[in-house]
């Protein structure tokens, strides 16, 4: 394969970053948990769910030491999130809306001021049983900022995000072959 074919066009931005990626703020704003994939000590995936809260372009969890995605994200900062939409409706599960980050996580100390900040937000969003958690010393908030991310809504529609606050989307236009396509050959 020559150099020439062997390199894929440059992705392009939209002219639709702006709305874009407004539609994945409202689209997160719908959800109330996240998906979370985190690293064992051993470096094996561990896939799980939590509640969430989105504030200022970042995720914020409030979970136990007693889960084993805590125990996770203290160990090893990397993390990936996931937001579905629901299965109920999805008419096409291979082309499921969704949108994913990369993350990095760190521990907001109770002495922030952010904590405080996020707690109420938290308590806001999720009612009366923050108070109890909250109480409770064993419940660390983590804060997950999303570095690169993808938005899929649907075949030939995949978008590259960059951050959640960033006003960038790259439509990711080249990936899909058929079998005998020019790009296959080799």
Same mark, same amino acid.
């Given at each position: 394969?020559?150099? !020439? ?17 407004? !539609? ?10 996240? =998906? %979370? ?34 125990? =996770? ?7 990936? $999130? ?19 980050? =990369?993350?990095?996580?760190?521990? $907001?100390?109770? /002495?922030?001021? %952010? ?9 806001? &969003? ?14 660390? %908030? ?10 899929? &809504? ?7 995000? !960059?951050? %959640? ?8 236009? /080249?990936?899909?072959?058929? &079998? ?7």
């Amino acid at each position: 394969m020559s150099e !020439e074919n062997s390199q894929q066009p440059p992705e392009q931005k939209t002219d639709e970053g702006a709305e874009l990626v407004a !539609e994945v703020r409202n689209f997160i704003a719908s959800r109330k948990l996240l =998906n %979370l994939a985190s690293l064992t000590a051993g470096g094996h995936p561990h896939a799980s769910t939590a509640p969430f809260l989105a504030a200022d372009g970042n995720f914020y969890l409030f979970i136990s030491d007693l889960s084993e995605h805590a125990t =996770n994200l203290k160990g090893d900062s990397r993390a990936s $999130v996931i937001f579905n939409a629901d299965e109920s409706d999805t008419r096409q599960p291979f082309a499921r809306l969704r949108v994913t980050f =990369n993350v990095e996580a760190g521990v $907001v100390g109770r /002495d922030d001021p %952010l904590w405080q900040r996020r707690i109420e937000q938290m308590g806001e &969003k999720f009612g009366p049983v923050v108070d109890h958690l909250k109480d409770l010393e064993d419940f660390h %908030l983590f804060e997950l900022k999303p570095s690169g991310g993808r938005y899929v &809504k649907g075949f030939g529609r995949a978008y590259a995000l !960059e951050g %959640l606050e960033r006003q960038v989307a790259l439509h990711l236009k /080249d990936g899909h072959r058929t &079998k005998g396509d020019l790009r296959d050959a080799g």
